[in-house]
DNA sequence: GCAATCTTGTTTCTATACAAATGAATTCAG
DNA sequence: CTGAATTCATTTGTATAGAAACAAGATTGC
């Protein structure tokens, strides 16, 4: 008889990629304590892709309707972005860097890479291309 | 002038973490209504180890005091878990296993194993092993 | 013995994260 | 045109996640 395969939570991919992240935003939050991952995410994705619907930015930073409104929110408040009415179509927001994000983002970017870097640094080059390729296959 | 590297928000390790982490949450959750990866982490330890301190178990479990203490609570709320006061030492509380926790992660855990198959799943047996060393390493 | 230090747990606060429900607005098909 | 379907955003609720402050209890060193 085939004796079932024990569960180890040490070897579970969820339990694995939890720790992981937790080390990432230790590392993050050390470098630049002025916003969060994933408020830094949104600057970028505005950096990269210019104004865009709050829905749609939410979709590009891989956040929910309900999610993304409370970063846009707190990054509003921050003063890091602005939100407007869409002139053509009333349901939507469309958000926009400001100028003091933009000068975050500008003085942080290469903070942010620094981080990555970090996060990644017990591997080596190739190795670290090895694990980002891996992943990129699991998203 | 060597030219910054830019910040590309698809590339960083932290992004694809989180998108990584996002699919095997909801692998989990279609597989495993019952209860969430943390909680089910918690009945993991708990069998492995049996009985334990709280806050040894938010360490055994990658979780901060505050976080296991709600965890703690709502598994218990549950009926999964059952804490008592540490007769030895009256600063501790004894988080236990409860006859329906044991029962739940009896029937789950092949479930669970089954999720961490299906998150690896797009990648051959060679590859998940080398991404699971890669990124026991980054821990 | 007693003060200092450490440990354990709770509380409060902020920040995601997302499901579900809801309402307003737009688009589409007949 | 009009109703149905879809889209966008907000709200509500639940679940982590962790920092910081605090209190109670235990340990340590003098």
Redesign the pocket.
């Given at each position: 008889m085939n004796r079932a395969e024990p569960y180890i939570l040490d070897d579970q991919i969820g339990f694995v990629l939890?720790?992981v992240?937790?080390r990432h935003?230790?590392i993050f939050?050390a470098a630049i304590p002025e916003?969060?991952?994933?408020?830094f995410?949104v600057l970028a994705r505005l950096m990269e892709s210019g104004p865009q619907?709050?829905?749609?930015?939410?979709?590009a930073?891989?956040?929910?309707?309900?999610?993304?409104?409370?970063?846009?929110?707190?990054?509003a408040?921050?003063g890091f972005v602005a939100?407007a009415a869409?002139p053509?179509?009333?349901?939507?927001?469309?958000?926009s860097l400001t100028d003091a994000g933009a000068t975050l983002f500008a003085a942080r970017s290469s903070t942010a890479l620094k981080v990555s870097a970090d996060t990644l640094d017990p591997l080596s080059p190739e190795e670290q291309a090895i694990l980002k390729a891996l992943l990129a296959r699991l998203t």
């Amino acid at each position: 008889m085939n004796r079932a395969e024990p569960y180890i939570l040490d070897d579970q991919i969820g339990f694995v990629l939890r720790r992981v992240t937790q080390r990432h935003l230790a590392i993050f939050a050390a470098a630049i304590p002025e916003v969060t991952t994933t408020q830094f995410a949104v600057l970028a994705r505005l950096m990269e892709s210019g104004p865009q619907s709050q829905n749609h930015l939410g979709r590009a930073t891989a956040m929910d309707a309900a999610t993304i409104k409370g970063v846009v929110d707190r990054l509003a408040r921050l003063g890091f972005v602005a939100t407007a009415a869409d002139p053509d179509d009333r349901r939507r927001l469309t958000v926009s860097l400001t100028d003091a994000g933009a000068t975050l983002f500008a003085a942080r970017s290469s903070t942010a890479l620094k981080v990555s870097a970090d996060t990644l640094d017990p591997l080596s080059p190739e190795e670290q291309a090895i694990l980002k390729a891996l992943l990129a296959r699991l998203t």
